[in-house]
């Protein structure tokens, strides 16, 4: 692709009502959308498209715009209160945020060649507002409601119109973004998508952060033994990320494989630096858990850590492993590949995908403790394996899942949909012409 052609010639809104690129990551309401969001806007930008991020003010001491990287605005609309408020409890002031969009846009004068809508609530307004602005729009749901009504069952919290509206928004967009083929297959068969108009175009990593770092190296940064066997999680702490199967899956490993020197359980995430239960319910659930099978003394508790400090708790591990029963696409198993570690991964979602079984890592049924239990002993008795799957893993990352990849594809996909727009134009005039 010849990166000049977007010289100051691509505009793009890029809607993201609860996702905002200057959020710290590993909130409740925080994390692979916010990264997508970062990630395909600066990258844009140094192709040279023109990106405006649209999000809802949460903080009253936000300005109205940012200028966040080069070419690249992050919008601040007014729609309700400028308070934090759950992504679930926003659909209600979607009609403001369009109204706010709108009246941006006016004010500032800007003409957008597309509109990027990214999660279900800004697909609607997308959808709304390009009728009114007259451009294209492509959608990106980061996650589809029927799916997740599936896994979720009535832990669902999302509103009740969700799935209607999304079936509007796979409708009237232009064309549709999936992370992977099993989100295609869920807009195609559960959403009656036209094929034609899904592309693929997986999410990604940024492997100049997330790059590998010596075991001891990265274990004496954060203050670890430089001996003994480590098994990480990283990632957000939610039920559905289901790190319970993974204690579980310890208890386990120490009752039928005693042979193993015990490893040191690591879990890193949380809503506050120190790992507070009450802050983070999820982690009281998992202390209580580990006492329970006995592995509390051999598990390390971590809160959040932003981006550029994950990389030495990746480097640490001898082997990642996180086993959701519910991924729509998933961040971090790429994040610790492209730091030299293998990964073990439920099968579901993107994790099937990313994770190359038997190459990259492993893959096991979700919420199964015994069947990761096997496969963390099976790694752990080789260390050539985890070293030759740690190095496959980077090199899956470089060739396949970076960010650049993810813009040029991105923006490649912007000029077919905005040559269909022409063509079909051109056609329609034509032929308006041969009636006169």
Not at 92 to 112: I, K, N
Request: with cysteine; glycine share 8%.
């Amino acid at each position: 692709m010849n990166r000049l052609n977007y010289q100051n010639r691509l505009r793009i809104a890029l809607l993201s009502e609860h996702a905002s690129p200057l959020a710290l990551l590993g909130g409740q309401d925080a994390g692979g959308q916010n990264v997508y969001v970062d990630e395909v806007s600066r990258n844009l930008g140094k192709l040279g498209v023109a990106v405006d991020v649209f999000t809802r003010c949460d903080d009253p001491s936000l300005p109205t715009v940012v200028q966040w990287a080069p070419g690249v605005r992050v919008i601040h609309l007014r729609a309700g209160e400028r308070r934090f408020i759950p992504k679930d409890d926003l659909w209600p002031l979607m009609p403001l945020f369009r109204d706010a969009l709108l009246a941006f846009v006016a004010a500032d004068g800007a003409a957008y060649d597309a509109l990027h809508g990214n999660f279900w609530m800004s697909g609607w307004v997308a959808t709304e507002s390009q009728r009114l602005l007259g451009v294209p729009a492509i959608q990106i749901f980061h996650a589809m409601g029927k799916t997740k009504a599936r896994h979720q069952g009535a832990a669902d919290t999302s509103p009740s119109e969700r799935i209607a509206v999304e079936r509007g928004v796979v409708g009237a967009v232009d064309a549709l973004i999936a992370q992977c083929p099993s989100e295609r297959a869920e807009l195609v068969d559960d959403y009656d998508a036209d094929p034609a108009k899904v592309t693929v175009i997986p999410s990604a990593v940024n492997i100049e952060q997330f790059t590998p770092v010596a075991r001891d190296e990265a274990r004496r940064r954060i203050g670890m033994p430089m001996d003994g066997l480590v098994v990480a999680y990283v990632g957000r702490m939610l039920p559905r990320k289901d790190v319970r199967n993974l204690v579980r899956a310890m208890a386990r490993l120490r009752e039928r494989w005693p042979e193993l020197p015990t490893p040191t359980l690591l879990l890193v995430g949380g809503e506050t630096i120190d790992p507070d239960p009450q802050v983070t319910p999820e982690i009281g659930a998992l202390m209580r858990l580990a006492d329970e099978v006995g592995v509390r003394a051999s598990t390390r508790f971590v809160g959040k850590r932003q981006p550029h400090d994950l990389r030495d708790y990746y480097s640490a591990a001898d082997v990642v492993v996180t086993t959701p029963w519910y991924e729509p696409f998933g961040l971090t198993p790429l994040e610790a590949m492209a730091c030299g570690r293998p990964v073990i991964g439920s099968a579901v979602g993107g994790i099937t995908y990313t994770v190359k079984n038997g190459e990259t890592g492993y893959l096991v049924p979700p919420r199964d403790p015994d069947a990761l239990a096997e496969r963390i002993a099976y790694m752990l008795k080789r260390p050539e394996l985890l070293r030759r799957m740690g190095r496959a893993a980077r090199l899956r990352v470089e060739r396949e899942f970076t960010w650049p990849m993810v813009a040029e594809r991105t923006a490649s996909l912007y000029e077919r949909v905005l040559a269909a727009g022409s063509s079909a134009l051109a056609t329609t005039t034509t032929s308006a012409l041969a009636e006169v």
